[in-house]
């Protein structure tokens, strides 16, 4: 019951709806940092997933049409040996070499050329349209090395078409394994655009092909001036061809736009194959919430405080009311001394309290003389302020703040005295006659010495020894009050307790001083 009883103090306690209204703010802001940061998250993995799905789907694509180009002009090389060839029609001859070839996909044209680069076969021409590609590199190239294998050019402009195009040729040798020209095919680069450009990267993504060499193939969106360049030696670039495939967040060294890239080599064929997506929208779709969530929460975390802190004056003004109400309940509003139930409470705790049990008690009763004709002759308002100056006296008449001065009546006063046995208690009883001596409403006419007191004087021992009781106590002061009064008021009146005695019909008293 006692934590149950603690735990529900707490609840009501002003300081604890402040806290909670800053912890309640603090963890809906830490909680949607975590969501945001876990949304922020999904985007990325989002676009990383988005990226390399992208990547395989147009690298198997590039791959596979090369590779048909690839196979095609093979197929020509091996047909070229064929002895009974030069025996054909050139119709027939044609159609034995290209048959294959001409139905490529994208391909632009297909030829083959001598050892001096001049054009004697045309996949889609008979006689062959006239060219001479002796200055082209992958020309010098065959040339200048033996065996077969596809190579693949940097993108040109066709003599025959053109149009830009990739050409990837295959050696031709003679039968005694000397130079005897090429054969090439164009793969036309409005392939990698038809490619590309069903594929929504956004404003800023790029998609980009490259030779080894660092030689931009292609660059969706397509740009002029992106034809041929090279981003040979550039950071980006160079990871490329240091780890053949992955993805990381870098910035482009055309455009400083900081960009995602996933990218792969094209199955094993000297090119380069990534797909760029810009960090500002991966992350748009993420920011727009990202606003809208922050804005929600500061404004439920502000309603909270705002909550919390209004939630907390009000209790703080409840308890203050609380605590003043209590201290109105024990005060005596006229004169603003402790009320009869704070004296009988203090009396009650003299018997209660472990700290009160080996100390004497002094108990005096004061009672103004003749009260009434003060009312009756001044009014009740000149009544109050003498009852006003009579507190006053006696607050002024102790020393010590354990002592406590009570209205008790009308006009009738107490005055307990903690550790005060007979002497200390008719030394105040004097001052109290001295300081009510002095005592004047100017206003009324009442002049010093006309208002004065009786005072009624009772002592007990120690509550654990003595078993004269608190109310007891009272009592026996009351009786000596009587007894001052009876004997001509503006005095003290001491009760002589024989051991044992209780009753105040069994008491003796003594005048103050006698």
Wanted: with cysteine; net charge neutral.
């Amino acid at each position: 019951m006692v934590l149950p009883r603690r735990f529900a103090r707490r609840f009501r306690s002003a300081r604890t709806w402040i806290l909670f209204g800053i912890l309640a703010p603090v963890g809906m802001l830490v909680v949607s940092a975590i969501m945001l940061l876990d949304l922020r998250k999904d985007a990325w993995d989002k676009a990383e997933q988005t990226s390399q799905n992208l990547l395989q789907i147009i690298e198997r694509d590039i791959a596979r049409n090369i590779e048909i180009i690839d196979l095609s002009l093979q197929g020509v090389t091996e047909n070229l040996k064929l002895p009974a060839l030069a025996d054909l029609s050139p119709e027939l001859r044609q159609l034995i070499l290209f048959d294959r070839a001409i139905s490529a996909q994208d391909m632009g044209v297909i030829l083959v050329l001598d050892e001096r680069g001049d054009s004697i076969l045309d996949g889609h021409a008979i006689p062959a349209r006239h060219t001479n590609n002796v200055d082209r590199d992958y020309f010098k190239a065959h040339k200048a090395r033996g065996g077969g294998g596809l190579l693949i050019s940097q993108p040109l402009m066709s003599r025959l078409t053109g149009a830009r195009v990739m050409v990837l040729s295959q050696r031709v040798d003679k039968p005694d394994g000397s130079f005897g020209g090429v054969v090439l095919g164009t793969l036309k680069l409005s392939y990698f655009t038809r490619l590309f450009d069903r594929l929504g990267l956004g404003r800023d993504g790029a998609i980009n092909l490259y030779l080894h060499d660092g030689t931009r193939v292609m660059r969706y969106p397509n740009r002029d001036s992106d034809f041929g360049t090279s981003l040979a030696g550039t950071a980006n670039f160079e990871r490329f061809v240091r780890e053949g495939s992955g993805s990381f967040v870098g910035t482009s060294s055309l455009d400083g736009v900081d960009r995602h890239y996933a990218f792969t080599q094209v199955g094993t064929l000297p090119l380069i194959l990534n797909v760029a997506l810009a960090v500002n929208e991966i992350e748009a779709e993420w920011r727009a919430k990202a606003i809208v969530i922050t804005a929600i929460v500061v404004a439920l975390c502000g309603l909270t405080v705002c909550l919390s802190l209004l939630f907390g004056r009000e209790l703080e003004r409840r308890g203050a009311m609380q605590v003043e109400l209590a201290r109105q309940s024990l005060t005596d509003a006229l004169t603003g001394l402790p009320n009869r139930r704070r004296f009988e409470e203090a009396l009650t705790a003299l018997r209660g309290d472990a700290g009160h049990a080996a100390r004497h008690f002094a108990l005096l009763v004061i009672d103004a003389d003749h009260f009434k004709r003060f009312n009756d002759r001044h009014g009740h308002a000149v009544g109050d302020e003498v009852l006003r100056g009579l507190a006053r006296c006696l607050l002024e008449s102790i020393h010590r703040p354990v002592d406590l001065v009570c209205r008790v009546g009308g006009e009738e006063f107490a005055i307990l005295l903690q550790d005060g046995d007979e002497d200390e208690a008719l030394r105040i009883a004097e001052r109290v006659h001295a300081r009510v001596a002095l005592l004047a409403v100017e206003a009324a006419g009442i002049e010093p010495g006309s208002v004065t007191v009786s005072i009624g004087v009772a002592t007990m021992g120690a509550p654990a020894t003595d078993p004269l009781a608190p109310s007891d106590l009272f009592s026996l002061a009351d009786a000596a009050l009587y007894e001052a009064k009876a004997n001509g008021r503006n005095q003290t009146r001491f009760v002589e307790r024989r051991r044992g005695v209780v009753d105040r019909r069994q008491a003796s008293f003594r005048l103050a001083g006698a």
